[in-house]
């Protein structure tokens, strides 16, 4: 699935997963991209650059400024962080980025994931207004709060290394700035009605780029696509984790689709060592060379792959 949405419903735990998982993961990327803010409530709070863990905890608890938010019910407070929109790389692209190394790739994907995210945010951010008992208005306000962290790796499976898997958990907060200056919790099933449409635009965004760095690029039906530069083999090379939930789905009598996420369990940690042979050597033997020197034929660098089928 290109995009998809979970409603956060405690912040403990979040960061730690989302930090662990970025120090941990087995395909090594560029660090100085790894976490980062977005939005325009997160330039209105001067939260630029790279996610602080202090000031993301504090907000994932509601406090932002001198505002506290949440609903209070028998005398607790009751507060949702926000929404985590995760947003993935087709796996021919992670393969290229990541496997071939080509760090251009991966700056494409963290300017379509900003481009994805702002079209949310001008569409989805909306908070509730109560006017009085019985009336209550819903009003966009065109800014939102968003912890970006980018990882590289899939869940892995008992036999095999963590397949390269580029996406972004971009964890929308909950609360956005009325436009008299409050800031107030946010009303999520806008953004949560808008999954498909950010999926799309992220996916655009990443063709356009891919295609303006030299790659050619083919659709298919459902709107995906993929890198010709990459082979269907070498895909399913790296497809470990795909093929393990279709054979426990299938064994369960079902099929690939929306019950798949059903069956994720927690993810495993692994140990970051060593990233870069085991597969590089599975290129290899699939007789694709990651590592092709210079320009060929006026084409960019890791455009094409010498492939023998």
């Known amino acids: 699935m290109v995009a998809s949405m979970w409603v956060l419903t ?41 996610v602080d863990p202090a000031a993301f905890a504090r907000l994932l608890d509601g ?21 985590d929109v995760v947003l993935n790389a087709p796996k021919s692209f992670s393969i290229m980025a990541l496997v071939a190394g080509d760090q251009r790739l991966v700056e494409a994907h963290l300017s379509a994931v900003a481009k994805a995210m702002n079209f949310g945010e001008r569409h989805a951010s909306v908070v509730r207004i109560r006017r009085d008992r019985t009336t209550v208005e819903h009003v966009a306000t065109g800014n939102s709060v968003t912890a970006s962290y980018l990882h590289t790796t899939a869940r892995p499976t008992p036999d095999a290394p963590p397949d390269p898997a580029l996406h972004n958990h971009n964890i929308v907060l909950n609360m956005s700035k ?14 949560l009605k808008l999954r498909r449409a950010i999926g799309s635009v992220y996916l655009q965004e990443l063709a356009m780029e891919a295609e303006r760095l ?27 984790r795909s093929a393990e939930i279709e054979a426990d789905l299938e064994a369960q009598g079902h099929t690939l689709g929306l019950t798949a996420y059903a069956w994720i369990d927690s993810k495993i940690y692994v140990d970051a060592g060593g990233c870069r042979t085991p597969s590089t050597s599975v290129l290899g033997g699939l007789g694709v060379d990651p590592y092709l020197p210079g320009n060929i034929n006026g084409v960019a660098p890791y455009a094409r792959v010498a492939y023998q089928g």
């Open 10 to 50: 405690h912040a403990q735990g979040v960061i730690e997963y989302l930090s662990e998982d970025a120090n941990l993961d087995y395909w090594a990327a560029d660090a100085n991209c790894q976490t980062r803010w977005l939005g325009r409530g997160a330039k209105d709070l001067n939260l630029r650059g790279e």
């Open 63 to 83: 406090h932002v400024g001198n505002t506290v938010l949440g609903t209070i019910r028998d005398g607790v407070r009751e507060h949702k962080p926000g929404t």
């Open 178 to 191: 009325r436009p008299d200056g409050a800031w107030r919790s946010t009303e999520n099933y806008h953004l």
């Open 214 to 240: 030299g790659y050619a690029v083919s659709f298919a039906e459902d709107g995906t696509f993929k890198l010709d530069a990459v082979p269907q083999t070498v895909v399913n090379a790296f497809s470990h």
